[in-house]
């Protein structure tokens, strides 16, 4: 009940449990606009002071991307002693799945380098940004768009910025 009063207060609908992490869940949801985003929960434990600011660094992060192949964000509540962050659905799923689906049957190399190319495009723009992303694998790496032809890195969970 606590859950669902927490996304009706920001007008959002829970569709269905994503995944599940050490902090909180992923939740696909719809807002008053009948749009799909994703919405990561994450209770705040007061005893982990890191678990706080690791937060903070994600949402700061997060907040200053702007670029066609990394996931959007597009708001962050705080409710009681939890942070929900709401970012773009990648409708296609992630790499890990994709590769999956498609085993045994191996990937094209022209639809390797596509998506290599769209990866690098991505890290060469949060490079230059000095952010450093830390966790790139491939349920990492996001599949939008008809036929999940749009690659998108996401979850910025574990990614730092670099003192200039």
Request: proline share 1%.
């Amino acid at each position: 009940m606590e859950l669902l009063k927490r996304f009706q207060n920001h007008n959002l609908k829970v569709l269905k449990t994503i995944g599940k992490g050490t902090y909180g869940n992923v939740y696909l949801c719809e807002n008053q606009e009948d749009t799909h985003t994703i919405v990561k929960d994450i209770e705040l434990n007061i005893k982990l002071q890191d678990h706080k600011q690791d937060i903070a660094n994600e949402i700061k992060i997060l907040s200053k991307l702007n670029h066609p192949n990394i996931i959007k964000f597009y708001n962050c509540y705080y409710i009681d002693n939890h942070v929900m962050i709401s970012m773009e659905y990648a409708t296609s799923g992630n790499l890990a799945e994709y590769m999956y689906r498609r085993c045994p049957k191996l990937i094209d190399q022209k639809e390797i380098l596509f998506f290599f190319c769209q990866v690098l495009l991505g890290v060469n723009y949060i490079h230059k940004l000095d952010i450093i992303h830390r966790d790139l694998k491939a349920e990492n790496i996001l599949l939008t768009g008809k036929n999940g032809v749009l690659v998108k890195i996401g979850d910025f969970g574990v990614s730092k910025m670099l003192a200039r």
